[in-house]
């Protein structure tokens, strides 16, 4: 019966054994640096790609105020929310001793290669959409102007 004690035991001790697993590698901070970046300047592309940009009132008014007719500043997109859910984890998971470049600097680090927005030296992003976006839309206005002086000259020829 002591032998029986013994193997029950040890049964009651293997079913409640758990493998020991090494602790997860951390990934290389280079690494999630690029995951990041690239994350980044795809959301930021996204922002300026001309489906978006006809329809974000607040971009095409951005773009069409002076200093820079055309461009919208990287402080400004720096503020956009999903860009700054990005500069949380870059802060988080690659300067977490508190060594961060500020969410600018960020900005322009990730667009600095981008085919869809021009970054200048003095921080404005240019998008390559918007001559287009501001011709379709000069084109609506005049075919909307058009159709009302159709209209007025069809009801003055009815009077």
């Known amino acids: 019966t002591t032998s029986n004690n013994n193997n029950n035991n040890n049964n009651k001790m293997m079913n409640n054994f758990y493998p020991i697993l090494p602790p997860p590698s951390p990934m290389d901070p280079r690494h999630v640096m690029d995951i990041i970046l690239g994350s980044l300047c795809s959301q930021i592309e996204y922002y300026f790609n001309p489906n978006n940009l006809r329809r974000d009132r607040f971009l095409l008014e951005a773009l069409a105020v002076e200093p820079a007719v055309g461009a919208v500043s990287v402080s400004t997109i720096a503020q956009?929310?999903?860009?700054?859910?990005?500069?949380?984890?870059y802060v988080m998971l690659v300067c977490p001793e508190g060594n961060a470049m500020r969410p600018e600097a960020l900005v322009a680090t990730a667009m600095k290669d981008s085919y869809v927005v021009r970054l200048t030296p003095d921080g404005f992003l240019f998008p390559d959409a918007w001559p287009m976006v501001v011709m379709e839309q000069q084109q609506q206005q005049q075919q909307q102007q058009q159709h009302q002086q159709q209209q007025q000259q069809q009801q003055q020829q009815q009077q």
């Open 80 to 89: 956009f929310p999903k860009v700054k859910y990005w500069y949380g984890f």
